[in-house]
């Protein structure tokens, strides 16, 4: 099993003083915000092929 690699930056406040939360895989505390967070892959493969969309008005251009 390969390591995953570290965030460095939290996504809600952008500080840099993250610490592992509670041996919980992929989950994360933010001294800065005090904010407990994880995170979780949802799939592989481009977002049509996973059900999903990029979230954007305009889809990206097909190449
Ligand atoms: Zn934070």
Same mark, same amino acid.
Do not use: N
């Given at each position: ?32 915000? %005090?904010?407990?967070? @994880? *995170? ?7 977002? +049509? %092929?996973?059900?999903? @969309? *990029? ?7 097909? +190449?």
């Amino acid at each position: 099993m390969t390591q995953r690699a570290v965030p460095f930056y939290c996504p809600y406040c952008g500080d840099e003083d993250l610490q592992p939360y509670a041996d919980k895989h992929g989950a994360w505390w933010c001294q800065s915000c %005090r904010r407990a967070w @994880s *995170l979780s892959m949802i799939g592989i493969g481009t977002p +049509s %092929r996973l059900g999903g @969309s *990029l979230g954007e008005d305009e889809p990206p251009a097909e +190449s």
